[in-house]
């Protein structure tokens, strides 16, 4: 969503994050970009997720994703304007 809001055309994101740090770096970065982010946060269950990501000097590479908040997203979450 970040390339297609730098060559000027209207982007939006749907997900849901966490009312938390990560939430908000999330969703600060997202708008600073020009991205459309209007998916309130949640202030209840998981945190926001996260995905570690390991590259070997061989370009092996080894993910653990935690959905966390994004499991909580519904319909109600978010608006189209």
């Known amino acids: 969503m ?3 809001a730098a060559l000027g055309l ?3 994101f749907i997900g849901q994050v966490a009312d938390d ?3 908000d770096i999330f969703a600060h ?3 600073s970009l020009g991205v459309r982010f209007e998916t309130p946060p949640i202030g209840y269950g998981p945190p ?3 995905c570690l990501i390991i590259v070997t000097p061989d370009a092996q590479r080894t ?3 935690c959905p966390g908040a994004s499991h909580e997203l519904t319909p109600r979450g978010w608006t189209s304007k």
């Open 48 to 50: 926001t997720g996260r």
């Open 2 to 4: 970040a390339g297609v």
């Open 29 to 31: 970065d997202m708008k």
């Open 63 to 65: 993910m653990n994703t």
């Open 21 to 23: 740090q990560l939430g």
């Open 10 to 12: 209207n982007a939006g």
